[in-house]
């Protein structure tokens, strides 16, 4: 099988070089090409991976890794490829850290995915993931696309008018808090059945199954094991208890917004101007021309440490829970989802995943076309959402108001009106205010030559 890249030289690659490299099974990928616009960081990467393939074969015979080209040039990426997986960053992180710097400056939040910070991106992202849906839809209209670019359900919404059932977006959160729980209760996460319901980055754990019996309530009620591990110590006890699930990690931005605001206003920097930094210095060093064998990868390891360990510090701060637990930090999110993924389909062998799919008739208080995060069933024919029980109010108003935001934008990337962006801010739930939505928007436009379209 061909995989492409799409954000080849983007620093989780590696991760899913690593995963290809560990699957021994019939079928497995053969060939992945690498695209990127820019190539310096192409080179850097092509580096790690050839540092990483090295790495697997010192032990001992294994089966070929598969072969690496890199390309800037879409279309020959595109070419031939069964799958292709879009991890895209437009702007990139200097982008990122001016929506999260523009944001804090008028009060509300700039994270990537939420709030402002993640309209912003949206604006930015949008118009490119339409046109690179028609470039597959021409070129490889046969391939599948698992989309990591965020915002990832709203991207994959927007794909998805073109790719239809054949983009599918995907997301490591549901993946780590559904590991997490299980482990405390005792069971194999992949023997668990996570009752996982919401949007991207905007869902909740109401269960999980264990042998057919629902083990959530007994974790509910037990306050140790409830604040041992990284949601639980986000949120605390007593709110847990009081939602009567486990809200995935990005609900910390919603239920202590004020707090988390005041926090990222005080830190030293914001999380999109750290992660610029050090990654400027991580393809610097990873691009070097004459190091020594091994070094590209050794930066790369050394790096990813750091970006892990950091990962959400100021809600961290927020709660009072310090450092992130080693068992928090191990690999294991993303990429072994996109691999599961590919297995089922290109072998149809079936499997449970939390992905981000239509909605169909899965959500009532949602339309068919609404992109969704829930567990599906997936085979040679894709994945299909399973049923789930209705949101509760509180969770159906968040999820309901932020699809709102989420279809003004789509409306304003398509029709370029000035009228439609500024609804999509004044109308989440994180900014609130016609005047602040209207100066977010002349910040972005100011910043961002790839919202200049919006007129």
Known sequence: MRLTILGGGGFRVPLVYGALLGDRAEGRVSHVTLYDQDPARLTAMARVLRDQAAAATAGGPVPDAPVVTATGDLDEALRGADFIFSAIRVGGLEGRAADERIALSEGVLGQETVGAGG??????????????????????????????????????????EELGERVIGICDS??????RIARLLGARPQEAWIDYVGLNHLGWVRGLRIGGRDELPRLLADTE?????????????????????????????????????RAYQEAKQTRGAFLRDQQRGFYAEAGRAGAPAGAALAAWDRTRAEREATYMAENREVAGVGEREESDLESGGYEKV??????????????????????????????????????????????????????????????????????????????????????????????????????LLDGYAAEHPGLSYLR
């Not at 549901?174 to 590991?179: A, D, E, H, K, S």
């Not at 639980?232 to 605001?261: C, K, M, Q």
């Open 174 to 179: 549901p993946v780590g808090l559904g590991r």
């Open 338 to 439: 996109a691999l599961a993924l590919m297995r089922a389909i290109a072998r149809d062998e079936r499997a449970t995943l939390i992905l981000n799919v239509r909605n169909g008739s899965t959500l009532s208080v949602l339309d068919a076309e609404a992109v969704i995060e829930v567990p599906c069933l997936v085979d040679a024919n894709g994945a299909h959402p399973v049923g789930v029980e209705q949101l509760p109010l509180h969770a159906a108003g968040l999820v309901t108001a932020v699809k709102a935001v989420e279809r003004e934008i789509l409306a304003a990337a398509a029709s370029g009106a000035r009228a439609d962006a500024v609804k999509a801010f004044a109308l989440h739930p994180l900014v609130d205010s016609v005047g602040v939505a209207r100066r």
């Open 225 to 261: 094991a409830l604040e041992s591990f990284e949601e639980g110590r986000l949120f605390g006890a007593e709110w847990l208890r009081s939602l009567g699930a486990i809200p995935n990690e990005y609900l910390h931005y919603y239920y202590f917004n004020r707090d988390t605001v």
């Open 119 to 160: 309209i912003a991106y949206g604006l930015r992202t949008v118009p490119v993931a339409r046109e690179i849906a028609r470039r597959i839809a021409r070129t490889a209209p046969g391939a599948w696309v698992i989309n990591f670019t965020n915002p990832a359900g709203l991207v994959t919404e927007a794909m998805a």
